[in-house]
């Protein structure tokens, strides 16, 4: 059983489901000792995650996981151990949010030219407030039967092939970078945001590499380079050369190896607090990068 998870929202992410302290208790009931919480990009969940955690023995890092991009590549970078306070992460959360507003009409428009039209007003509203994502889009689709005739939707509706995680497979089908309803936001530059984590005073490790770089792994090396010093090796999307091409990458170049689950809650309803894939012959390097975490 693994007992730390480097990598998990709540519902301060735009995808997220459960409040800070609720996923925090998910943690505790799963025998979690070691979590973190890296809302994308926002901080807002931390005081709430760090307080539950304390109350309930847990130890839990301080992170954020920022959207940046290098050379047209979107990529996650996760902050570990950050000044939180800092004002440096409010206008992050700014920024990120008035370019996702500014996005949302093409979204739309996008999708409708692949085939799939969806009320923009009735996303926003389902948003409550919040910023709309690509996976509300799609619960907003599959939750109203007035969108069910087109035949696009099919897989994934109950027994679909895709209806396994509906939300999530939606984005990754049509708003995912390449894919027909995919929209350019202009994302801070990679390096920009190593600079921004390590001005406050933490640890940049470069998200789940596997799926952004998509046969371009041989970047990672650049972005190690750039300031990165760790890589998400042990997660839910790489597959096991992916595992080990990434932990032996860490080990080669001397930076952390990092474990996290990507939690969500509904947005991704076959990942739990803790669960995530691994590799029994690089779990010891995992653990000695989470000791070297938690001393920064």
Known sequence: MNTSDLHMHSNFSTDGELAPSELVSACKVSGLEIISLTDHNSVKGLEEAI???TAKGLTCIPGIEIDC???GIDLHLIGYQIDWKSNDFITVEKNFRDRVLDSFPAMINNLEMAGISVDADEVLASAGGQLPSAELIAEVLLSNP???GNMLLQPYMKGGPRSDMPYINFYLDYFAQGKPAYVKVEYMH???AVSLIKSNHGIPVVAHPGINLKGKEAVIDRLI???AEGLEAFNNYHDLDQ???FAEKALHRKVLATCGSDFHG???PLIRPGSYKSIGSYHAYVNQSIRALMKN
Do not use: C
């Open 243 to 245: 595992i080990r091409y």
């Open 51 to 53: 307080q539950t955690a």
């Open 266 to 268: 509904k947005t991704k």
């Open 225 to 227: 380079d750039l300031g």
């Open 146 to 148: 007035l969108y069910h």
């Open 190 to 192: 990679f390096g920009e």
């Open 69 to 71: 991009s290098f050379e």
